[in-house]
């Protein structure tokens, strides 16, 4: 994979990682500041839910930081594109049932990475 492809996967498993510190261990605390059209008294009763999203993001990450350790390009590229377009699906679901912003953030840097890892 280029150079650029790579640079991406880790840029977005980064973020993943990101968000599930966010969900699991900040959630009421860092959260409150990062979801602020989310109502101040739910953050509490949504501790548990919010941690269980943040332990999916995490898969999502740990399976992107995989790629780097598969030494076959053929199984990078195919476990790569797995791991991408379930980012995507739940980015372009996230903006369609939640926020708008969910497609920038998420969807869409997972769309160009997977044309990087397909293209370039």
Known sequence: MSFSANLLIGFIAA???YILWLEMFAWTTRGRKV????????????????ANQGLYNGFLAAGLIWTFF???LTW????????LVCILIAGI???LTASKKIFFVQALPALLAILAVLYF
Do not use: Q, V
């Open 76 to 83: 990078r590229t195919n476990i790569a594109l797995f791991f």
């Open 35 to 50: 979801f602020r059209n989310f109502p101040a008294e739910l953050f509490e009763p949504t501790k548990t839910m919010a």
């Open 15 to 17: 973020l993943h990682l």
């Open 70 to 72: 598969i030494d076959s």
């Open 93 to 95: 679901y996230g903006a």
